[in-house]
């Protein structure tokens, strides 16, 4: 019986730490995001983890996952950085992003349940809603809703793996860069457009309304890198 009573406070234990890694992952991959962590920051487990109030081993565990993503970069001997924005990565992010995503709304379009479509059908909404208020909070919520309920009703994880990677140096690339170029209005509207599709069940036209989402986006990276130079 100890043996047993030590093997399930063991399991609790191990539990605990993977909420709190999940927690210390999602709030740091917000902060990257939304450039409260701007790239090439030095940043340390010590620094995050008094910011946070979690404790040094989620934190760890957390940057790995994030290295991982390409958030941020370990430099041995150096330290932790929050990776630059690099508009050739992202053109390659997005030649990635075609091909999977384009099977994933496929999917989605056709494995969807009821109270997904349901879900997907809400999205659309507030996406148009976003769009006609140019509401950026409101379309980057709801981005992150899609992407997550995309990947759930795709119903394959192994894209799944896959694409989780890319959306959140998609969505900082967004946030760092195409309010320069573009307001929400069009960026919003592409997405209610990929919602409205697979809500519907219609896997020809969720494929094309994932083309014209990616064919706006690439166009508007491709200015970014324009701008630069």
Same mark, same amino acid.
């Given at each position: 019986m100890p043996n047993q009573k030590i093997s399930n406070l063991? @399991? $609790?234990?191990?539990s605990e730490e993977a909420s709190l890694s999940d927690k210390a992952y999602s709030q740091i991959e917000e902060m990257? $995001?939304?450039?409260? @962590?701007?790239? /090439?920051?030095? $940043?340390? /487990?010590?620094q995050l983890s008094v910011l946070l109030g979690i404790g040094r081993t989620p934190i760890r565990e957390a940057i790995q996952r994030l290295s991982r993503e390409h958030l941020v970069t370990i430099v041995p001997k150096r330290g932790i950085f929050i990776s630059d924005l690099n508009t050739d990565k992202q053109l390659r992010v997005l030649e990635t992003r075609r091909a999977l995503e384009r099977l994933i709304c496929k999917k989605?379009?056709?494995?969807?349940m009821p109270e997904e479509r349901n879900g997907f059908e809400r999205l659309a909404k507030d996406f148009r809603k976003a769009a006609m208020d140019k509401d950026d909070d409101l379309f980057r919520k709801a981005d992150k809703e899609l992407n997550d309920l995309i990947i759930?009703?795709?119903?394959? /994880?192994?894209?799944?793996?896959?694409m989780l990677p890319l959306q959140g140096m998609s969505r900082r690339f967004w946030f760092g860069n195409f309010h320069r170029f573009s307001g929400v209005t069009e960026m919003a509207s592409l997405h209610g457009a990929l919602a409205a599709a697979i809500a519907k069940g219609d896997e020809a036209e969720a494929s094309q309304a994932? *083309? *014209?989402l990616i064919d706006s986006v690439e166009n508007l990276t491709r200015k970014t890198f324009a701008n630069a130079d």
């Amino acid at each position: 019986m100890p043996n047993q009573k030590i093997s399930n406070l063991a @399991l $609790v234990i191990s539990s605990e730490e993977a909420s709190l890694s999940d927690k210390a992952y999602s709030q740091i991959e917000e902060m990257i $995001v939304t450039m409260q @962590l701007p790239p /090439e920051t030095p $940043v340390s /487990e010590a620094q995050l983890s008094v910011l946070l109030g979690i404790g040094r081993t989620p934190i760890r565990e957390a940057i790995q996952r994030l290295s991982r993503e390409h958030l941020v970069t370990i430099v041995p001997k150096r330290g932790i950085f929050i990776s630059d924005l690099n508009t050739d990565k992202q053109l390659r992010v997005l030649e990635t992003r075609r091909a999977l995503e384009r099977l994933i709304c496929k999917k989605a379009a056709k494995r969807a349940m009821p109270e997904e479509r349901n879900g997907f059908e809400r999205l659309a909404k507030d996406f148009r809603k976003a769009a006609m208020d140019k509401d950026d909070d409101l379309f980057r919520k709801a981005d992150k809703e899609l992407n997550d309920l995309i990947i759930l009703a795709s119903r394959n /994880e192994f894209s799944a793996a896959a694409m989780l990677p890319l959306q959140g140096m998609s969505r900082r690339f967004w946030f760092g860069n195409f309010h320069r170029f573009s307001g929400v209005t069009e960026m919003a509207s592409l997405h209610g457009a990929l919602a409205a599709a697979i809500a519907k069940g219609d896997e020809a036209e969720a494929s094309q309304a994932l *083309d *014209d989402l990616i064919d706006s986006v690439e166009n508007l990276t491709r200015k970014t890198f324009a701008n630069a130079d």
